[in-house]
């Protein structure tokens, strides 16, 4: 049973920078795929990006894409993501997940283990 705590959201002005980290514990990480979520008030939880077991496939939703980047540090058992260029729109709960034996998907239910999230705000 893997137990993922996130870190590292805050409050951040347009254009800015933050990086996510997500911390896992009590499963065999380095077999996990691992993915990030996020979720804004009154929406769906959405897709940002997930990083094969590897590191070597990598995927962004259209959203994020050259602007966000996962990655992960299988020594650590710690997934990572920098976003830059934040907009308004990013702002939301970010969600890390991991799912065992997979190569990463853009659907939430794949995925076995999920944190309890970090918020994220981006002012205009």
């Known amino acids: 049973q893997a137990q993922l705590i996130e870190s590292g959201g805050g409050l951040v002005q347009a254009g800015g920078s933050l990086r996510l980290s997500c911390a896992a514990s009590?499963?065999?990480?380095?077999?996990?795929?691992m993915g990030w979520f996020r979720q804004a008030p009154g929406k769906e939880r959405e897709f940002v990006a997930a990083i094969s077991w590897t590191g070597r496939t990598t995927y962004y939703a259209d959203s994020v894409k050259g602007r966000f980047a996962i990655s992960r540090d299988n020594a650590k058992n710690m997934v990572f993501l920098q976003m830059n260029s934040l907009k308004p729109e990013d702002t939301a709960v970010y969600y890390c997940a991991a799912q065992r034996g997979g190569g990463g998907s853009a659907y939430p239910e794949p995925y076995d283990y999920w944190g309890q999230g970090t918020q994220v705000t981006v002012s205009s």
């Open positions: 009590g499963g065999t990480f380095s077999s996990y795929a």
